[in-house]
């Protein structure tokens, strides 16, 4: 199994329980490739490496909970037993007591999984206080405790929202190009592209749109490789337009009315560290200024 679908596997299995992300023992255990009993053992052998800031034990009204939002599929899938929960921290420490280089590797895998899911839980923190406000407005009756966490998690894993700003590091190829390709599938009207670095993969992802979707591509030298794909492209999809444009030195992606200002061409994502941001700018008037410089 790959480390990025690892990584993709283990934020499914972050919780939030007492104001804190947490992982439960069994879900560690499969990660590890070792029986949830032998990983106990070894946490309750080295009990001073796990406070009660590292670790603690499930109380049934939590297990309630993370059955009623389908975290976990039954009963049965606890053991019989309530679980422990760790959080990030108490991952960090079973590191110290499991020592196999598949240990290591899960290890760092999950210590990145809590670093995405807090990136992701302060992009989406102004939806949860807006999920707190409308229950203090509420009565008990009105909206239950457990009303309000399935709005959390639906709106959470809306595909729909997307942050505005973030840094993808270096090796995170598929999900820089998951990120954009979303973006192009949300596009309604237009998509312009500028970028001075475009080959044949750009025009694939940007083949992932709508086909009522217009697409120019904005870039300082049209090659005649680059002609040569695009004819292609244009003989078997719906077209795609290249414009000579040299006055723009950074990458830019308007989707509709959004621009996003990326930090490297999409050629290159993922291959190092990289920063976009969805700025605050008209994009129709940047699309203004390009078709006076055109």
Not at 60 to 85: C, F, M
Not at 280 to 287: F, G, K, S, T, V
Request: no cysteine; aromatic share 8%.
């Amino acid at each position: 199994m790959s480390e990025l679908i690892l990584v993709s596997g283990i934020e499914k299995r972050i919780f939030t329980l007492r104001g804190v992300q947490v992982m439960l023992d069994r879900d560690l255990a499969e990660l590890y490739e070792v029986k949830p009993i032998r990983l106990r053992e070894q946490v309750k052998r080295n009990s001073k490496r796990f406070p009660e800031d590292f670790m603690f034990q499930l109380i049934e009204d939590e297990v309630d909970l993370l059955l009623s939002q389908n975290a976990i599929p039954s009963r049965k899938h606890l053991g019989g037993t309530l679980p422990y929960a760790f959080t990030e921290q108490g991952v960090a420490g079973i590191s110290g007591v499991l020592t196999s280089h598949r240990a290591v590797e899960v290890n760092i895998a999950i210590m990145r999984a809590f670093v995405e899911m807090r990136r992701y839980m302060t992009a989406n923190s102004g939806l949860i206080l807006r999920l707190e406000s409308l229950e203090k407005r509420q009565t008990a009756s009105e909206l239950k405790a457990d009303e309000r966490f399935e709005q959390l998690f639906n709106a959470l894993e809306d595909k729909s929202i997307q942050p505005k700003q973030g840094i993808f590091y270096d090796g995170r190829i598929f999900d820089a190009y998951a990120f954009v390709s979303g973006l192009i599938r949300s596009a309604k009207r237009r998509i312009v592209l500028i970028d001075n670095y475009v080959d044949e993969s750009v025009l694939t992802l940007l083949g992932k749109r709508d086909a009522q979707v217009s697409v120019r591509i904005l870039t300082r030298n049209i090659s005649r490789q680059l002609k040569l794909d695009v004819e292609k492209f244009n003989s078997q999809y719906p077209a795609i337009e290249v414009q000579a444009f040299g006055l723009a030195h950074d990458r830019f992606l308007i989707i509709d009315d959004d621009i996003y200002h990326i930090g490297a061409s999409l050629k290159d994502m993922g291959r190092k560290w990289f920063a976009f941001s969805k700025m605050e700018a008209a994009a129709i008037d940047m699309l203004a200024r390009v078709n006076e410089a055109g």
